[in-house]
């Protein structure tokens, strides 16, 4: 019995933290041309980094069945428990729509799904805030309202840094005039995600990108109390680098957590991507 907590890898949750947390996180599917790998179970980021220099054709991913969920929530409901669904948003997956699916398939489980607007470290920021009031015994109620509260904050307080605009144009986020704009004068973007990914910023060279990033995260996220989550694929020295940076700068609570951007969300924003999301804590 209680409230057990699921979302999709997408969120990048941390297998550690699932662990200590209950949450259960639903992969999703990479595609290399006929290979089809399950994100972060049959695939690590190494080797799916390793296969993607290698790739002639660019990866694409795919969303979890509906059966995929049906089986993860019958598993979890069979005590009676609560479920909450926490996922990316419907505008940049069709993973949420399968979590529907699944729930419409099972009228007599306690199913609330949430579509975060969001994905990578915003996405799981706010699994965090849920799967931390579920454990300190909040109620379905409570913790549906604190995610009401928090996925407009989400959608403001992150900011990504992607090397280059390439993997996704060719994964259609974004429209080739943007691209091509983005790789004049080896320029680094900044983006936010808030249900589709918007520029918020654009550098000559990576070390000033970086710089951009803290600065946009100072000014946004003010000197109320925070909680930082710093997510990467293959820059864990710039994560330190800008973690550290906001430690100095920000009002936060508890430790920053990493995250690790698994395959799914590499192969749209490609390597030495860096972000952050800083979500307010009450």
């Known amino acids: ?47 799916f980094l390793q296969k993607l220099t290698q790739a002639s054709v660019m990866p694409r991913s795919s969303q979890p069945s509906p059966g995929a969920f049906k089986e993860v929530y019958e598993s ?33 489980a306690d199913i609330s799904i949430v579509d975060t607007r969001n994905a990578t470290m915003g996405e799981g920021g706010l699994v965090y805030m849920a799967a931390e ?22 959608a403001e307080g992150n900011i990504i840094l992607v090397d280059t605009l390439e993997y996704l144009e060719k994964n259609g986020r974004i429209g080739k005039a943007a691209s091509l704009l983005g790789s004049l004068l080896s320029m680094k973007v900044l983006i936010r995600i808030d249900e589709v990914i918007h520029p918020v910023g654009k550098e000559r060279g990576r070390a000033k990108a970086v710089k951009s990033l803290v600065n946009y995260a100072v000014s946004k996220a003010g000197k ?11 820059a864990k020295d710039e994560a330190d680098q800008i973690a550290a940076h906001l430690k100095q700068e920000l009002n936060l609570v508890g430790d920053v957590v990493f995250m ?13 991507t860096v972000g952050a999301c800083w979500l307010p804590v009450e």
């Open 133 to 154: 009031a579920a454990k300190a015994g909040r109620s379905k109620e409570e913790i549906l309202a604190l995610l009401n509260k928090l996925i407009p904050a989400a």
């Open 260 to 272: 690790e951007m698994g395959p799914v969300i590499a192969t749209h924003t490609g390597p030495k």
């Open 76 to 108: 979890l409901a069979a005590d009676g428990s609560t479920i909450i669904s926490i996922h990316i948003g419907d505008k940049l997956s069709g993973t949420i729509q399968s979590a529907r699916l699944a729930a419409e398939m099972l009228p007599d």
């Open 1 to 47: 019995m209680g409230i057990k907590i699921v979302t999709d890898s997408t969120s990048d949750f941390p297998k550690s933290l699932a662990e200590e947390l209950g949450v259960t996180v639903v992969p999703l599917n990479v595609h290399f041309a006929d290979e089809v790998f399950i994100d972060g179970v049959t695939i690590s980021q190494q080797e």
């Open 224 to 234: 109320d109390p925070m909680r930082l989550f710093v997510a990467h694929v293959d």
